[in-house]
């Protein structure tokens, strides 16, 4: 028996319904919120997204990393209904509510930090991280903070100014934030190395800051934005001995890495290195937002009375449906899930790999993967040009990729890890298809 495809492609892309809701949006909303993907969604579930005009892509774009309990998951859409009947919003610290304190409580006994922890939640990945900087300078009583070359930690001042990609995110939009260094990031392909790197953090202090004025050192495990460049062993190793050495607080940003992406749940359980604190956001609640801070106790009670807060944050319905996200993850087996699909994928990208001499790079953790796509094999010359193109073609086919990287000559994967079998494979396939084309067969 034939199996029921997923991708159905039944007009052009953009359909003409999308075409004409695209074109009301040119007249009335801001010009800088440019589309990446030229349809507009009606509806969505699982790994699948359905247009106005009736097309199906298969989503490995997963709302950039948000989706990882799949579209319109049944218990987080059963939660956030039952939730928003009872009350929608009361600000915590005005009116508290119970589901804040039991998920705070769930996520201190699930990220990887030992000892006496809290939580605090927010919003956006960017205020988590705006405020994990708070916690440390209220901690440590200094201002400084550094960040790494291909971060990207968000997009209000602070942690924009942490973030390393000048466009399009940074052009114009000075002055940043005072007392932030950035310093290298290891990168396998790249370089430099992890002993370079570790080094160049040290000189940094005898020639930018010094280290008694630095209160917090931010890094991702995975690189997102960068291209999915992993941190080795040796580095994360290395930064925890700095800090502990300069009493410099360590702050894993998991916003993307976190709710099961790499394989486990959060990111820095694949090392033998505790952060002091984490932030966390996109899959925590399924796309709605909310985000969070979790990490030791001296730090996160730190600051004054009602010096973190904030109207909105950790909002009942977005705490209901994070619950319903933490349910999923432990009784789906998502994490385990997550590492049989980034097998498949990775499998399948090293056979790219060998096949078309432009994938110069295949890398990531768990379901967190990505190519990278260069004119040449020998200088790793970027070709942002062709990784366009196939993520053109394979929208176009029916799969929607995502590009990353400081190039942006990277094509990742943030696929939704409730994916079946079949879909992945008719996903890949396609692809492959989208390879075959743009290299001419």
Request: with cysteine; aromatic share 6%.
């Given at each position: 028996m034939a199996t029921t495809r997923a991708i159905q492609v039944r007009t052009d892309i953009p359909g003409p319904r999308s075409k004409e809701i695209l074109e009301r949006k040119e007249r009335v909303v801001a010009e800088p919120l440019s589309i990446y993907l030229p349809f507009v969604i009606a509806e969505a579930e699982g790994a699948i997204v359905t247009d106005v005009d009736g097309n199906s892509f298969v989503d490995f774009a997963g709302g950039v990393g948000?989706?990882?309990?799949?579209?319109?998951?049944?218990?987080?859409?059963?939660?956030?209904?039952?939730?928003?009947?009872?009350?929608?919003?009361?600000?915590?610290?005005?009116?508290?509510?119970?589901?804040?304190?039991?998920?705070?409580?769930?996520?201190?006994?699930?990220?990887?930090?030992?000892?006496?922890?809290?939580?605090?939640?927010?919003?956006?990945?960017?205020?988590?991280?705006?405020?994990?900087?708070?916690?440390?300078?209220a901690a440590t009583g200094r201002s400084a903070v550094i960040g790494f070359e291909g971060g990207f930690h968000g997009r209000t001042l602070l942690a924009l100014t942490l973030t390393s990609k000048t466009h399009p995110y940074k052009a114009g939009l000075g002055p940043f934030a005072p007392e932030v260094y950035r310093v290298p990031f290891p990168d396998d392909y790249r370089g430099p190395d992890a002993e370079t790197a570790l080094a160049a953090l040290e000189h940094a202090f005898r020639t930018r800051v010094a280290a008694e004025e630095v209160a917090a050192i931010v890094f991702e495990p995975v690189q997102g934005e960068s291209g999915f460049i992993v941190a080795p062993p040796e580095f994360l190793r290395g930064l925890r001995r700095i800090c502990d050495e300069h009493g410099i607080v360590l702050v894993a940003d998991e916003v993307q890495t976190g709710f099961c992406r790499t394989g486990r749940i959060f990111a820095m359980e694949h090392y033998d290195v505790e952060a002091d604190l984490t932030t966390i956001a996109k899959s925590i609640a399924a796309g709605i937002p909310?985000?969070?801070?979790?990490?030791?106790?001296?730090?996160?009670?730190?600051?004054?009375?009602?010096?973190?807060?904030?109207?909105?944050?950790?909002?009942?319905?977005?705490?209901a449906a994070a619950h319903a996200v933490l349910d999923t993850v432990e009784e789906e087996?998502?994490?385990?899930?997550?590492?049989?699909?980034?097998?498949?994928?990775?499998?399948?990208?090293?056979?790219?790999?060998?096949?078309?001499?432009?994938?110069?790079?295949?890398?990531?953790?768990?379901?967190?993967?990505?190519?990278?796509?260069?004119?040449?094999?020998?200088?790793?010359?970027?070709?942002?040009?062709?990784?366009?193109?196939?993520?053109?073609?394979?929208?176009?086919?029916?799969?929607?990729?995502?590009?990353?990287?400081?190039?942006?000559?990277?094509?990742?994967?943030?696929?939704?890890?409730?994916?079946?079998?079949?879909?992945?494979?008719?996903?890949?396939?396609?692809?492959?298809?989208?390879?075959?084309?743009?290299?001419?067969?």
């Open positions: 948000c989706m990882n309990v799949g579209h319109s998951n049944p218990r987080v859409v059963e939660a956030a209904q039952e939730q928003i009947a009872r009350f929608t919003h009361t600000d915590f610290t005005i009116v508290p509510y119970e589901n804040y304190v039991a998920l705070a409580e769930r996520l201190v006994d699930l990220v990887p930090i030992s000892g006496d922890l809290r939580a605090a939640f927010f919003n956006s990945g960017a205020e988590a991280v705006e405020n994990a900087i708070k916690f440390a300078r909310l985000s969070g801070v979790v990490g030791r106790a001296e730090i996160m009670d730190a600051p004054a009375d009602s010096a973190v807060g904030g109207t909105y944050v950790g909002n009942p319905v977005a705490i087996g998502l994490a385990e899930r997550a590492e049989a699909i980034g097998d498949a994928i990775q499998s399948r990208m090293e056979s790219w790999r060998e096949r078309y001499p432009f994938i110069g790079d295949v890398r990531g953790l768990g379901a967190m993967l990505a190519i990278e796509i260069v004119k040449d094999s020998e200088t790793k010359a970027p070709d942002s040009d062709l990784a366009t193109a196939i993520a053109e073609n394979a929208m176009k086919r029916g799969l929607l990729l995502l590009k990353a990287g400081i190039h942006s000559n990277c094509i990742r994967v943030l696929v939704p890890l409730v994916i079946t079998d079949e879909q992945l494979s008719e996903a890949l396939g396609v692809w492959e298809e989208a390879l075959d084309e743009v290299s001419g067969g």
